[in-house]
């Protein structure tokens, strides 16, 4: 029952695995979780939306979490746009930076960070850097314009899946429990005894009381089946949030968020309640970023819920010398002596491209922003091959800072030795369809695809796609497309027919005389309608979207020979025909 101060992140996982893939588990989303949800973006939310609909009868949520929802809306609607505020806080923050800069920086202290700058030079790079960032804050604190579709989402989640409980027995001995609840510091709730001082009209104080007595309610209703609680709720009166978090190679990381994901547990006592309820009923507890690393890692599913909630690849702080100054402490404009960058041994950088290869996204983040740094200081790489195929594996299993770092390297987007990105760049047309041991792929790379396949017209990459085309030789006819130096534009010819409703409904889809589709079991992978994201109607463009990524293809060389405005619509049976080496299926 008891829970330790650290989590091993393998139990961890087997046990959100267990709890996910249980088929008569119940789910309940709380408050917290829903307006998290709420805030994301369509695709992502999307994806939440095909697993809550998977869970059936299955998803709750209680009648209590609809009351505070309402209020929320009616009251407080820029809780459903954190993007706003985030955005409003960094223009404050650069302007303000901007303005105090001005009062504290003098040609001394500018000299000091840079000995052929002064005031006016540092001034002028501070404001050229806050210009782009002014510019994108500005557009993103548009997103105060979205609070209608995140309230009409949340509206119609709670509407659909809300308990039909009896919130009002035993609403008169509330008072007398949630005393003795917080006398004991017994959850959920009792850091809320502050609210009892504050006017008692709406205080909501019992709120998380009330929530959890719905949940035991229906958990008596059920023979078997645990409970899994849905919240994005950090008080210590609802959730345990244990300070070490160990990883799978034995390493200790704090968890504090920095890295995407929080890790929150059961408090001992609920899961000690939850038996009283019923004996056999467990209790499991996920925010909605380890809800969204579990269901891609171990169902390789909600992709873009995933990337909702990438660690970041944060560059590691310069060391800044301290301002000169007199021995009596007072500054002086004389620049301070620079210290000696420290090299980065090739030891460090190889265990750097191993981190590559954990299965942890924050793991492999860190190892992608030491890479990063290694690069930028001019770091040797003893094997360039082991290091882009590394880097591209890791891109292929969505660590977003790994595509990052990939597209910084072909866009030349920082400054690296030229003969190392040469060899980077030679290196990850190779990788992107040949594995670690020489083998060609079943198919090759999805995620980098698009970024490497840019760099068939660079002349300098001629030689390395002429190679890459004659060692893959006839097995070319397997693919839809090779980098080629011409980039061949790819024309598919649909065969589409106007329904009731005038919308384009897909009957047939042809690559030269293969025919692209095929019918399929309605949950196959194959399933337009699965890689379309659940629906049976899209724009074009967002079809030719999924074919590109379905088969490896770059986007910009797809024709699908219907205008990208248009909208098409198909039957739940279309399905997209298998293909790769394996298959022997001949694409061209």
Not at 144 to 168: A, F, P
Not at 175 to 185: H, K, L, S, T, V
Not at 310 to 337: K, N, R
């Amino acid at each position: 029952m008891l829970q330790s101060r650290s989590v091993k992140r393998a139990e961890l996982n087997e046990q959100l695995r267990t709890a996910l893939t249980a088929k008569d588990n119940h789910f309940f989303a709380d408050t917290s979780f829903l307006i998290t949800a709420a805030s994301l973006n369509p695709v992502a939310r999307s994806d939440l939306d095909r697993w809550i609909a998977g869970l059936g009868n299955r998803f709750h949520v209680p009648a209590w979490v609809g009351h505070e929802v309402f209020g929320k809306i009616s009251a407080k609607p820029e809780l459903f746009i954190p993007m706003a505020k985030a955005a409003e806080q960094a223009i404050q923050a650069v302007e303000t930076l901007q303005v105090e800069a001005r009062r504290y920086v003098d040609d001394g202290r500018a000299k000091a960070t840079d000995e052929q700058s002064d005031r006016l030079s540092y001034l002028g790079n501070l404001d050229s850097l806050a210009r782009p960032l002014l510019r994108q804050a500005g557009l993103l604190r548009q997103a105060r314009q979205t609070v209608e579709d995140c309230s009409d989402w949340i509206v119609e989640v709670v509407n659909k899946s809300v308990l039909q409980s009896d919130i009002y027995r035993g609403i008169a001995n509330l008072d007398a429990e949630f005393a003795a609840r917080a006398i004991g510091g017994h959850p959920p709730g009792f850091l809320d005894k502050g609210k009892a001082d504050k006017q008692r009209a709406a205080d909501n104080r019992y709120g998380d009381l009330i929530i959890w007595r719905e949940i035991l309610d229906h958990v008596r209703t059920l023979e078997s089946g645990s409970v899994v609680l849905l919240t994005n709720d950090n008080k210590q009166d609802w959730v345990y949030t244990p300070p070490t978090v160990i990883e799978e190679n034995g390493r200790p990381q704090g968890n504090d968020g920095r890295n995407g994901l929080k890790v929150i547990l059961p408090l001992p006592l609920l899961v000690h309640e939850m038996k009283q309820a019923r004996e056999d009923a467990g209790l499991a507890i996920l925010n909605l970023g380890m809800l969204a690393q579990t269901l891609h890692s171990f169902q390789g599913d909600a992709e873009h819920l995933f990337n909702a909630y990438q660690p970041i690849a944060f560059t590691p702080t310069e060391p800044v010398s301290p301002l000169p100054t007199t021995p009596d402490g007072a500054e002086t404009d004389a620049p301070a002596a620079p210290e000696p960058a420290e090299p980065v041994s090739s030891i460090d950088v190889g265990q750097l491209v191993e981190a590559l290869a954990s299965s942890d996204p924050a793991a492999a983040t860190e190892a992608v922003a030491g890479l990063r740094d290694a690069l930028m200081k001019n770091a040797a790489i003893d094997d360039v091959r082991a290091f882009v195929q590394r880097l591209m594996m890791a891109a292929e299993r969505d660590v977003e800072a790994a595509s990052i770092l990939l597209r910084e390297i072909i866009t030349e987007s920082f400054g690296i030795n030229r003969e190392a990105r040469v060899a980077i760049l030679r290196a990850s047309i190779e990788a992107l369809y040949y594995d670690a041991q020489g083998k060609l792929r079943d198919r090759p790379l999805r995620e980098p695809l698009e970024d490497v396949f840019a760099l068939q017209t660079v002349p300098q990459m001629r030689d390395a796609v002429t190679s890459l085309a004659e060692r893959i030789g006839p097995s070319r006819r397997f693919f839809m497309v090779t980098p080629d130096p011409a980039a061949p534009q790819l024309s598919l010819s649909p065969v589409a027919e106007r329904d009731a409703e005038g919308v384009r409904e897909l009957k047939g889809l042809y690559f030269g005389e293969l025919a692209l589709l095929e019918d399929v079991a309605r949950d196959s992978p194959r399933s337009l309608t699965r890689i379309m994201g659940g629906v049976t109607q899209a724009r074009v463009a967002d079809l030719r979207h999924a074919l590109a990524g379905y088969f490896c293809v770059p986007e910009s060389q797809l024709d699908v020979g219907l205008s990208r405005f248009d909208s098409v619509c198909w039957d739940g049976l279309t399905g997209l025909i298998d293909w790769g080496t394996s298959t022997g299926l001949q694409l061209r």
